[in-house]
């Protein structure tokens, strides 16, 4: 059966690379001045009808002992459109259920090196405040990290709108890798070299995720033959310990995580909000795969300190784990609630060239 519904060719950079391979070491070579901008996400159906988010008006500072801070340069932007890659959308990965009993079908689009060959995967998801998983967020930053030799894929996964909680959310990001190492051939993925990279609520599933390796009871669905464990996680400005996510806030924001607030709804087990079997820090064991992590220090919507509580847990178990404090940034690229310039830190040279040395060798 063809799963592809629409292919088309983008212009983009392009360096092979891989996870752990010795002969990619250092900091990738500045972006070449004869390329563009790279593309940007169009507003996804749904994101101009989100409810409005709660914004802090004080942000306590939190410890940096343990991190190392960083300010990009702003105007230093990374560019695309040097060699080819091919995209391909809408390509169903799960059937699950959904609202009213209804099965819904979960869809990926991959950026991918036009070139034959086998790349690392770089399994994207987005954020979306556990109400919506518009797949077609984070195009330009995905076309930066796809340019330079991964296949990406960027996800659905159900939230509270799907009458789901935090347990499908994970589900549905481990049966996308399950159906995308079944699926290698096809795609141009090495099956052993798989990373998740999430921002905001997908930052707490990419963490979740990754400290779920080998605990089978997320892992439901298709292609059950296949491996749904990482080798790497990059985990943006999500949440780590639910309850606290507004602890370095005004006493006004915790109501974002108060009852009835989508936070609490997601993050619930078993009619317990904030459950400690909803934390990524309740899983984390020795073997757990190395971690990159972003806050901006200027993050008015999750608490800077919730990365660091999960580095530092990570830290004492002896994981891997980079954490990286971005000065002056917010909550990611938040224009569609009017601030384009919330995202610029972002998508810097620094920031981004961070994010693809972790990934050639997992630091």
């Known amino acids: 059966m063809n799963r592809l519904r629409k292919a088309l060719i983008v212009a983009v950079s392009l360096t092979v690379s891989g996870f752990g391979n010795a002969e990619a070491q250092g900091v990738p070579p500045a972006a070449s001045p004869v390329g563009t901008a790279c593309p940007t996400s169009p507003l996804p159906p749904g994101m101009a009808h989100m409810p409005p988010i709660p914004m802090a008006t004080s942000i306590k500072p939190s ?32 059937h699950v259920p959904g609202p009213g009993g209804q099965t819904r079908s979960l869809a990926l689009d991959i950026l991918a090196p036009a070139e034959p060959g086998k790349h690392p995967l770089v399994v994207y998801i987005t954020g979306g405040g556990f109400v919506m998983a518009p797949k077609e967020n984070g195009l330009s930053l995905r076309s930066y990290v796809a340019e330079q030799g991964f296949v990406v894929a960027s996800i659905q996964y159900r939230t509270m709108l799907d009458g789901a909680n935090y347990r499908d959310g994970v589900a549905d990001v481990k049966s996308a890798i399950r159906f995308l190492r079944a699926h290698a051939a096809e795609y141009g993925i090495d099956p052993t070299r798989v990373a998740v990279w999430g921002e905001s609520a997908g930052g707490y599933l990419a963490a979740m995720v990754g400290v779920t390796n080998g605990v089978k009871e997320f892992d439901h669905g298709g292609d059950l033959d296949q491996s749904s464990a990482v080798q790497a996680v990059i985990d943006k400005f999500g949440t780590s310990d639910t309850a606290t996510a507004a602890e370095d806030f005004n006493p006004e924001m915790a109501g974002f995580v108060g009852p009835g607030s989508p936070v609490n709804r997601y993050l619930t087990e078993g009619g317990v ?16 795969p190395p971690f990159l992590i972003f806050h901006g220090n200027n993050d008015r919507i999750v608490s800077p300190s919730q990365t660091l509580k999960l580095h530092n847990a990570l830290r004492a178990a002896g994981v891997s784990s980079k954490r990286y404090v971005v000065d002056g940034a917010g909550h990611g690229d938040l224009a569609f609630i009017g601030d384009p310039r919330g995202g610029l830190p972002w998508s810097t040279n620094e920031v981004m060239r961070i994010i693809v040395r972790f990934l050639r060798d997992g630091r």
């Open 63 to 94: 410890d940096t002992s343990t991190s190392t801070v960083i300010k990009p340069d702003n105007a230093d932007q990374v560019r695309c459109g040097i060699t080819p890659l091919k995209a391909l959308s809408d390509i169903t990965f799960a």
């Open 273 to 288: 909000a904030f459950s400690p079997a909803a934390n990524p820090i309740s899983y984390i064991k020795r073997s757990d």
